[in-house]
């Protein structure tokens, strides 16, 4: 019984710690909760019911959106879902896809000033560190990130209370 008591404070600390370290405070550390992670390669845009896009563009609700910057300034990324789609030859290859033109489904967001990037190519560019399911696994910083999200970039984006605060891109070569 011990054992497992030590193991759970020691696990629990571990979490804290990780939520801390993608810029939550420690109140928000033990509230942030696990999110579910999409498909890597999902063919449909991920939708968020409760997002009014009358009101204009905003943050996407608490999760974990597969998508694109498609513009930065200031400090905020606009951003939409995307989908893999297919190559029609019949090969395994493909491309990520964002709404058609003229479709209101985009999001902007602060970039919180302690997000976790995670890159496919490395900090510098020029290596890959991808996982098997082609997700980064190089933590870079925020920095780097920013000097990225001119193109747009195929990534799992988790917002948490308005800020983004994980970026991890998916390989694509």
């Known amino acids: 019984m011990k054992l497992s008591t030590s193991l759970t404070a020691v696990l629990s600390a571990t979490a804290v710690a990780a939520t801390l370290a993608v810029g939550a405070s420690p109140a928000d550390a033990a509230a942030m909760p696990k999110f579910k992670q999409p498909k890597v390669f999902g063919t449909s845009f991920q939708t968020d019911p409760k997002h009014d896009f009358t009101k204009g563009i905003s943050p996407r609700h608490d999760g974990i959106l597969r998508g694109w910057v498609t513009h930065y300034s200031g400090g905020v990324a606009e951003y939409t879902p995307i989908k893999w ?14 709404p058609p033109e003229g479709d209101v489904t985009a999001y902007a967001s602060p970039v919180s000033a302690k997000v976790a990037f995670y890159s496919a190519t490395g900090c510098k560019g020029t290596d890959v560190t991808a996982s098997d399911q082609s997700l980064g696994t190089k933590r870079c910083s925020r920095k780097v990130l920013i000097s990225r999200l001119k193109d747009k970039r195929p990534a799992l984006i988790t917002v948490y209370k308005g800020k983004i605060v994980k970026f991890q891109e998916i390989y694509t070569p």
């Open 85 to 98: 789609v297919k190559d029609k030859s019949g090969n395994t290859e493909g491309h990520f896809t964002g």
